[in-house]
Structures are given as structure tokens and as C-alpha cells.
């Protein structure tokens, strides 16, 4: 048998544990990544939703984190892309910019992962990705404007740049932690806030620690705090891909300097 094959098996095996109720979490089997030998599209605005995806992207990790919370895991399906080799249909007859994540929904394709958190949360059930609360909401919107300051301070910091820079960017990820005490999220409850650093922390802590040996949560209580909570978040969970997998594509992709 194939590793994909057993990989495959213990999945199902996962998830009918988990239906007989013993106890386990489920974890959802996810469908096999689309290359370029797939040489059809799914039907496309047959009315079904479909989330393109990779299962190794933080900015589309972000939106299968929101899907799985909502609970859309039936309404939104997932279609996985490989980034390395495209179908050559997703640029020609989905997504023309070719970039992951597209949701397609009500006879449209919609890009880009933080619009997307927000048109989900507008157009889907489930529970709120966004507060209610004026002060929240306008936190909510200066941080999730923070999030390519974010990114580009870490990654410039890893291909050489200013370590008072990137540090300053996760003081500011504790900072922002401590403003409201109603839980450990960055809007005290679990928000679309989370959704959008957490992919990206969940890449940059192991890449720090073996690159500049440098730990995020030291000095950081508040984050390291995050961290923990985040984990427990089964939404988030079933999205964490091997860490290894990713700090290798991290390495090749962006740090494209940096041998692998
Ligand atoms: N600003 C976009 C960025 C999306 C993005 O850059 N996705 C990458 C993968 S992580 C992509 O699809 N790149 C095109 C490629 O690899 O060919 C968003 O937030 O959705």
C-alpha cells in the first residue's frame, strides 16, 4: 500500500472513531490536490461553493480556519491547488490572478484571504468572525491592517533586516493582547483577528527559533498565552499542516536566499 494511501486510510479511520463516539476528534478527509494533469475544472457556477485553496498557504489557511468555524464545512467546499503546478484552468476560467485563496459563491470569484474573512462572515450562518462592540470593531480593522507590516518586518528580519524591527512587530502582538480582558484573544473572544495572524505566527516561531534562535514568546506572556489558546481551537486545528512541510516551503518560497 501507498503512504498516501495509508495516510488516506487513517483519516477515515479518524473520523469514524470519532462518529462511534469514542471520543476522538474528528478530523475532516480532505480531497486530493489539483496539479496540472487535471486537465477539467469542477463544474463551475453549478451553485455549489468552492473554496480554492492550498493546503500549505497561511493567506488560505486563514479562510478554511473561517469555514471550519462557521461550521461550513458541508456549504463551502474545499477545491486544493498545487501551487508548484498549477492547472493551467484556474487562471484561464477561475481565478485569472492565479493566487490562492478564491471563493467562489452566488455565480462570482472573490480573492484576497481578509476580504474574504469578512464576505464570509457577512453572506454565511455560523458564529461571528466579528464583533459588535464600536471600540472592537475599529481594533479589529488597525490590527488586521497590521498583518502585511507584520509579515514584511518578520521575513525582512530572517533574510538579514532589523531585528528591532521585527521584535517591535511582536511587541505589538503583545501589546495588543493586553487591551481588552474579556479572554486571550486579541478582541478578548476568538475573532477574524486570530484568524489572520495565526497562520502566519504558526510559520515564523519554528523558522525564528532554528534560523536566529530567536524564541517569539520570550518576555511575551500574553503570546505565548495566544499560542496555547489558539491550539485549543479545533477550527484552527484541523488546518495545521506539518510544520516541517511548511518551514521547508517557507525556506524555498520566500526566504528563496536561504538554502533549504
Ligand atoms: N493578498 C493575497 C495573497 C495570496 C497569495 O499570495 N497566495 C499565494 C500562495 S500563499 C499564491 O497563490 N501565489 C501564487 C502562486 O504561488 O503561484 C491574500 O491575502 O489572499
Known sequence: MTDVGAVEISRTMTALVTITGIGM???????????SSSSEPPPLFDGTTRLYTSY??????????????KGLQDKIHLVPINLQDKPAW???????????????HNNEIRGES?????????????PPLFPNDPAKKEFAEEMLAFTDKFGAAVVSYLKGGSESEMSAAFDKLEEALSKFDDGSFFLGQFS?????YAPFVQRFQPLLLELKNYDIT?????????????????AYKQT????????????????VNLSS
Open 56 to 69: 500549505v498557504c497561511p493567506y488560505a489557511q486563514r479562510v478554511w480556519i473561517a469555514r471550519n468555524y
Open 192 to 196: 477574524a483577528v486570530d484568524i489572520a
Open 114 to 126: 481578509l476580504d474574504l474573512l469578512k464576505y464570509i462572515d457577512t453572506h454565511f450562518e455560523g
Open 90 to 104: 484556474y487562471k484561464e476560467k477561475v481565478y485569472p490572478p492565479a493566487k490562492v485563496p478564491a471563493l467562489e
Open 218 to 234: 520570550a518576555g511575551r506572556p500574553k503570546l505565548a498565552a495566544w499560542i496555547q489558546e489558539m491550539d485549543k481551537i479545533d
Open 240 to 255: 495545521k499542516w506539518d510544520p516541517q512541510e511548511l518551514t521547508s516551503i517557507f525556506k524555498k518560497r520566500v526566504l
Open 25 to 35: 476528534e474528528s478530523k475532516e478527509v480532505l480531497p486530493p490536490v489539483l496539479g
